[in-house]
């Protein structure tokens, strides 16, 4: 064909002169495993690009400048208003250059979902475990990347001069004044003095068209990079292990999904910016430091900032001349800070308290990790309370509540929730996991009842299929080293849980790893937890154990229940229960064998 | 890569010099010679029998990828079309006015979308049912570097540390780190002329004795006749500072009426006016203008976080997360009968700062 040929030409000018045949192939035969959640990260990605492709048409257009002047223009209902140029060039893009308005619209709500695919990712990757080592630089690099989208964020709808982005200003000129010592500095710093003096808005334009969007060029550049060095991750399955990526290779398969995957991202902004208006500046008007409109909101990722300022009890201290303002400080510093600082230290954390310094390739299912899903719900709901509270008048004008009660709900919730949050996912989480021991020891309930010879009815069980086993199957052995040999060692504690701090560290692993016993499936129950699913199953670990072993390959199972006559249905329950032991002693003991996927599949998987 | 230099390489699979040389080139639209297509990670391509390609040439069945073809080829045609409307919409439709726009916004929007959702559709419906399916397993290699490596790695920085005597002449290490201090500082000092200093200018705002009080969209003086009925807030702006953003984002301010007798402590009395009393419009929390004003309550609501203010009382705070009352701005009426103020405000207005006190 001729892509032979032209290979031949510009390939072979290329390698005369590169040498990248080599390379290029180990390139081209990269291997990408495939799961719907590993999109998330790819949205975010082509948004960013395409903010970066319509970012660059708009500033050909748009005037950063705050001198005032009268408007002439298209928009006739403000003709003859003051405003900046800023604003006027605004709504120049949108009235009078072909193709501005469509640009315009895509790019904010570029932003919007380039933040809400960070988000996603960022909960998949940490509901999933795909933070641990080895990857926890890259889990850093992605919250410093959300920071700086956010700024970004702020700063580019700050940009039109409008009256709900000039608002936005001055709460962040309030909140910066009110950190002590330098708080006032700073401010009048950015602002070139006083608020809102000539000078912010080009100033922000110029972080937000050059310095911002630099910095996360270059990181996005490193975060592709170590994933790409590192390999991604996998969810589990059948044949996936931490030492081996299962998948299609980049070329084509890869480059031709992601590249649909890049139009899809494009059309589906296209279309929002085509039939859902967005940030209409000119409705606003041009921003007066006079007055403001009821209703006013940020975009979507500052909300939980605005809720937290919302939120918050009026407590002010005067000492010694100066002045504390905690109502506003601690809620635009607090809230974010303990959830990022959080996030960023988490990998460092949970590797410390349970000791687990080995690499994981293979994600854990949620469920499988019961506290660290329920820390993370914890910190969702708290999220999420304070993001409502964001919007609270609208929640009390729609929903009919008064205003003051919903800030007063969220006063209590924001602290009650996430805890109820954390409970519930947890029991949620460790029943999924007795729901996971079921289906390993009985094989899917189909519903189909039977009558045996004897009168007695009993249910058809269909064994699980090898796939379905996997997922199943797949678990990280949570308890690290040093809960381990904390229990086995004969009464000597192990170094790592000696002393007040290993105590702590014991005890914390102890919650942390908190799960149901897998390997109760193989007869050998050991904590509660095994104990309860036990009990629950009413089928005891003695089961699974006589059960033919030896001859138990998983297509041995199949092959016993397969043609399941009414006779041959108990005895596949049996088999299925023998499998697991069996597919355990050719590998490692079911549950050690290392992660397990935190996909949704999970519970329906097995059922299809 | 001068081995293959001339000859090119036909397939794209690497380039193993000795087997190019070896053979005649390859007829066009003749299937590559099968070692061309090396197992990956088999280690040594150049052993024919180890080699075996590794992706399918073609999907299962023919039949369905021919209908797959013909329906990603329609998907290509019609993004084909959706971009060339979009250019037509660009060329024949015209902007500048609010219809207009929404017009061509319609048009060049849809056609973008359609452009692109065709592409998405026919690229996946190309890779779901024309490209065979694959699943490889690679070997993933622990990412530590083996021990020698990480040992000869060692060896070479100490090395290297040792022969650029930076560890053994600590007078060089000493003064190297000390000039460097202060060129890192030195980015920092030049911020510093972003602003002028604070100084006490959030203490004060333009409001000065006799400085009328305008109303803020007619710009007109008034009368306390003027504004008789009880229950109204209008904002109210400096004469002289209308075009002045700085001026007006501290010295914005409002003026309610009311009947005398509902005006309690700690509203300043003489600094009313028949009824009339004005507060700062700048939030004390983190300085919104405080726009709303419920009539039946007299409550101030500040739209941004929801501070309430009880505007008889001067403007307690009554709920919200603001500290402190909307200060109250002095006034009087001049000799024309013109409400004027007495004086600028006696605290600093809008939100708090470190020296505020």
């Known amino acids: 064909m001729s892509t032979s040929k032209a290979l031949e030409g510009v390939g072979g000018f290329l390698d005369d002169r590169f040498r990248g045949a080599k390379g290029f192939r180990t390139l081209f035969r990269k291997i990408f495993p495939d799961h719907w959640t590993f999109l998330l990260g790819e949205i975010a990605l082509y948004s960013f690009i395409i903010l970066l492709l319509t970012g660059t048409f708009l500033t050909f257009f748009f005037q950063p400048s705050m001198t005032g002047m009268t408007y002439h223009g298209s928009y006739t209902p403000l003709d003859g208003v003051r405003m900046s140029q800023a604003y006027a060039s605004t709504l120049n893009i949108s009235f009078d250059v072909r193709g501005g308005l469509l640009m315009r619209q895509i790019h904010h709500w570029a932003a919007d979902l380039f933040m809400a695919a960070i988000f996603a990712h960022m909960l998949r990757i940490f509901f999933t475990g795909a933070y641990r080592k080895p990857r926890e630089v890259n889990w850093l690099i992605g919250i410093v990347l959300l920071t700086l989208g956010m700024l970004e964020g702020l700063f580019g709808y700050s940009l039109p001069d409008d009256l709900l982005s000039g608002a936005g200003l001055r709460i962040l000129e309030g909140v910066m004044q009110s950190i002590p010592l330098v708080g006032t500095y700073l401010a009048f710093f950015l602002f070139g003095g006083a608020f809102p003096g000539n000078d912010i808005i080009p100033r922000l334009y110029i972080l937000h068209v050059l310095l911002i969007p630099g910095l996360m060029l270059a990181l996005i550049t490193a975060h592709l990079f170590i994933m790409f060095h590192q390999k991604h991750t996998q969810m589990p399955g059948k044949g996936r292990t931490d030492q081996n990526v299962v998948g299609a290779p980049m070329y084509p398969y890869f480059m031709a999904k992601t590249g649909a995957f890049f139009f899809f991202t494009f059309a589906a902004l296209a279309l929002a910016a085509t039939f859902a208006q967005i940030n209409p500046v000119w409705l606003y008007g041009p921003y007066t430091p006079v ?318 | 890569m001068s081995e293959i230099n001339g000859h090119g390489e036909p397939d794209g699979s690497p380039a193993e010099a000795g087997r190019i040389h070896q053979g005649p080139r390859r007829v066009i639209g003749t299937p590559p010679p099968a070692e061309a297509r090396t197992l990956l990670g088999s280690g040594k391509p150049d052993s024919a029998a180890a080699v075996q390609r590794e992706l399918p040439a073609d999907p299962p069945d023919l039949r369905k990828a021919k ?7 329609a998907c290509f045609i019609l993004a084909m079309l959706a971009g060339i409307g979009f250019i037509a919409a660009y060329i024949g439709l015209e902007v500048h006015s609010i219809d207009a726009v929404l017009r061509s916004n319609l048009a060049l929007g849809t056609s973008l979308s359609v452009a692109f959702l065709a592409l998405g559709v026919g690229a996946t419906i190309w890779v779901r049912h024309l490209m065979p399916d694959v699943e490889i397993t690679e070997a993933r290699k622990p990412l530590a570097s083996p021990e020698p490596d990480r040992a000869a790695f060692a060896e070479t920085f100490a090395e290297g540390a040792e022969a650029s005597q930076f560890v053994k002449r600590p007078l060089l290490r000493r003064t190297l780190i000390a000039a460097t201090l202060p060129i890192a500082v030195a980015p920092i000092v030049l911020l510093r002329d972003m602003g002028p200093l604070p100084g006490t200018s959030l203490r004060h705002t333009v409001w000065r004795k006799g400085v009328r009080l305008m109303e803020d969209v007619s710009y007109t003086p008034i009368r306390p006749a003027d504004f008789s009925s009880p229950g109204g807030m209008i904002t109210v702006i400096p004469e002289g500072y209308q075009y002045d953003d700085d001026a007006l984002a501290k010295a914005a301010t409002i003026i309610i009426k009311f009947r005398p007798e509902e005006l309690e402590h700690p509203t300043v009395l003489n600094w009313t006016v028949d009824g009339i009393v004005a507060y700062s419009k700048i939030c004390t929390h983190v300085g919104c203008p405080v726009s709303l004003y419920e009539q039946t309550t007299h409550h101030i609501l500040c739209p941004c976080h929801q501070s309430t203010f009880n505007a008889p009382k001067g403007a307690e705070v009554i709920f919200g997360p603001a500290a402190r009352p909307l200060p109250q701005l002095p006034i009087t009426t001049n000799a024309e009968g013109y409400l004027v103020a007495q004086s600028d405000f006696h605290e600093p207005v809008g939100p708090s700062f470190w020296e505020r006190g």
């Open chain 1, 291 to 608: 007055a403001m409109s009821a209703g006013s909101q940020p975009d979507f990722y500052m909300g939980m900032l605005e809720g937290a300022l919302r939120v918050m009890v009026p407590w002010e201290w005067n000492v010694a001349g100066h002045t504390f303002s905690f109502n506003v400080f601690i809620p635009a510093l607090l809230p974010l800070g303990i959830i990022f600082t959080g996030a960023a230290l988490w990998p460092f954390i949970e590797q410390w308290i349970i000791g687990d310094r080995r690499e994981h390739h293979v994600n854990d299912r949620p469920r499988n990790a019961p506290t660290r899903t329920a820390i993370g719900m914890a910190a969702i709901t708290f999220y999420g309370v304070l993001w409502l509270e964001g919007a609270n008048d609208l929640l009390a004008e729609h929903l009919d509540i008064a205003l003051y009660t919903t800030t007063r709900i969220a006063q209590v919730s924001m602290f009650v929730a996430p805890v109820i949050a954390y409970i519930l996912t947890k029991r949620i989480c460790l029943g999924l996991q007795r729901k996971d021991l079921h289906l390993l020891e009985h094989g899917v309930e189909t519903g189909v009842i039977r009558q045996l010879p004897s009168g007695e009815f009993t249910e058809i069980a269909r064994p699980l299929t090898e796939e379905e086993r996997a997922v199943l199957d797949a678990r990280t052995q949570l308890s690290g080293p040093a809960a381990l040999e904390a229990a086995d060692e004969n009464g000597i504690p192990a170094p790592a849980t000696r002393g007040a701090i290993g105590k702590v560290k014991a005890r914390l692993s102890t919650i942390l790893t908190e799960s149901v016993d897998l390997t109760a499936a193989n007869g050998h129950g050991r904590n509660g937890h095994g104990g309860n699913g036990h009990g629950g199953n009413g089928h005891g670990a003695g089961e699974p154990a006589p059960a033919a072993v030896p001859a138990g390959g998983p297509q041995e199972i199949s092959a016993g229940a397969g043609p399941a006559g009414p006779p041959a249905v108990g005895g596949g329950v049996a088999a299925v229960g023998g499998g697991t032991v069996g597919g355990g002693t050719d590998g490692e003991v079911a549950g050690h064998s290392s992660s397990d996927g935190p996909d949704d599949l999970g519970p329906d998987g097995p059922e299809q």
């Open chain 2, 67 to 73: 209908i797959a073809e013909r329906i990603v080829a």
